[in-house]
């Protein structure tokens, strides 16, 4: 069954890198695979294509809305500069040095933590950390405090709140209410 998706000259994708310039693609096939499992749902079309009858059916402004959502939730961490297991970790451990802070007394800035105080906390290997702080720093989430050849490295957060995980990232995609005024004023994108 093909599907027909007479909306998207009407649709925006951010093309800020090239991350997210591959997901465009991944974004319109969102929106096909979710007209086709509504395709017992709609009414199925058919055009001639080279002397051969075509079935479709055609994308809808709710599949477009669904897609929207899905896309901002799963495709939007594109946009983060951090690898997902690079921000869990970040967030992991801004919480650490907020507890440690509180229980010490110590403004944020002044906790300074150990790979082993961070494994200790999270329950990560020491490879696992090896591999994402070394993100942290080079972005300069983390501030390497110590770290001379045989000496142990410490650590200090360089931000605060900044890296929370939750934090959603939108792709400025076309709403459709956008669409269908666009539609209604003869304009598209």
Do not use: C
């Not at 499992?37 to 294509?49: F, G, S, T, V």
């Not at 490879?127 to 001379?148: D, F, M, P, S």
């Not at 200090?156 to 929370?164: F, H, K, T, V």
Request: charged letters at 30%; zero cysteines.
């Amino acid at each position: 069954m093909a599907v027909v998706n007479n909306y998207s000259k009407y649709l925006s994708y951010p093309n800020i890198n090239l991350m997210t310039r591959r997901d465009h693609e991944k974004y319109l096939g969102l929106i096909e695979a979710i007209a086709y499992l509504y395709q017992y749902q709609r009414e199925i079309k058919k055009m001639e294509a080279d002397g051969v009858i075509v079935e479709y059916v055609e994308v809808s402004l709710e599949d477009i809305d669904k897609a929207n959502k899905l896309a901002n939730e799963v495709l939007g961490h594109s946009l983060d500069e951090l690898a997902r297991p690079s921000r869990v970790l970040l967030t992991s451990i801004r919480i650490m040095v907020k507890e440690i802070g509180k229980k010490e007394s110590l403004p944020i800035s002044e906790v300074y933590f150990t790979r082993r105080t961070i494994r200790e906390y999270i329950g990560w290997t020491d490879w696992q950390i090896k591999t994402h702080i070394k993100q942290l720093e080079e972005l300069e989430y983390l501030i390497v405090r110590n770290g001379a050849k045989g000496k142990e490295y410490s650590y200090a957060l360089n931000y605060d709140e900044e890296g929370d995980e939750s934090k959603k990232f939108y792709l400025n995609l076309t709403p459709v209410e956008e669409i269908k005024k666009m539609i209604k004023s003869g304009r598209s994108k």
